[in-house]
C-alpha cells in the first residue's frame, strides 16, 4: 500500500505514519487553535485511520457517499434554514420521507439537488484532475460555472435571497479555505 507522504519513514513498510505531517494539517490544527477554524482539536485528527481491508471496492464506496449526499441533499435542502416550528407545519410527522414542493422546479414535489452537491462534485472534479486540491483553480471553476439554489444563509449575506447565477456563493465558501 504505502504511504503517499515522502516524508514519511513508514512508506516502504506499507504502513501509515503515525502521525499525519501533511502541512495542511498543521495549517488546520493553527486555525483550530486560533479560534478561527470552530473545532474542538482531538489528536485523533492528526493521526491516519488504518488501512482498508483487502477486497474493498473504494470506487465503489466513494460512488455510493456521492449519491447519498445527492439524494439526500435533494431531500432536505427544500427545508434547511428553516426554524423548527416551520419545519414541523411543512412536515408534521418530523420525517422527510419525499420530495417537498421545490421553488426550482415550479413547486413541483420533485428532487433536485443544490449547491451542496455541485460544489462537492466539482472538487472531486477537481481534485481528480490536477491530482489534489488546488483551492486557486477550485475558487475559478465555482466563478465560472452555473450554480443553482444558493443557501438562504449565504443569499442572505450578499443580499441576493435564494437566487442562483454563475459563481453566486462561490466566494463565501472559498473564504472559508483560504482562511
Not at 512508506?11 to 493553527?30: C, E, I, L, N, Q
Not at 488504518?50 to 431531500?75: F, H, Q, R, T, W
Request: hydrophobic share 35%; with cysteine.
Amino acid at each position: 500500500m504505502g504511504s503517499d507522504h515522502p516524508e514519511d519513514p513508514n512508506a516502504d513498510a506499507g504502513r501509515p505514519p503515525a502521525k499525519v505531517t501533511d502541512t495542511s494539517w498543521a495549517h488546520a490544527r493553527a486555525l483550530a487553535d486560533s479560534g478561527r477554524l470552530k473545532v474542538q482539536w482531538d489528536s485523533i485528527l492528526e493521526s491516519r485511520p488504518p488501512p482498508l481491508p483487502s477486497g474493498i471496492n473504494l470506487a465503489d464506496k466513494v460512488e455510493g457517499m456521492l449519491l447519498g449526499l445527492a439524494v439526500g441533499d435533494a431531500l432536505g435542502n427544500t427545508t434547511e434554514s428553516i426554524n423548527p416550528a416551520e419545519r414541523k407545519l411543512r412536515v408534521p410527522s418530523g420525517w422527510i420521507s419525499g420530495y417537498l414542493p421545490n421553488c426550482y422546479a415550479d413547486f413541483r414535489s420533485v428532487g433536485l439537488a443544490s449547491d451542496d452537491t455541485q460544489m462537492a462534485f466539482w472538487t472531486i472534479e477537481q481534485m481528480l484532475a490536477d491530482g489534489g486540491l488546488d483551492p486557486e483553480r477550485l475558487g475559478e471553476i465555482f466563478c465560472r460555472r452555473q450554480i443553482y439554489g444558493i443557501g438562504q444563509s449565504v443569499g442572505s449575506s450578499r443580499g441576493t435571497g435564494n437566487r442562483a447565477g454563475p459563481g453566486s456563493s462561490a466566494a463565501w465558501r472559498l473564504q472559508a479555505m483560504a482562511y
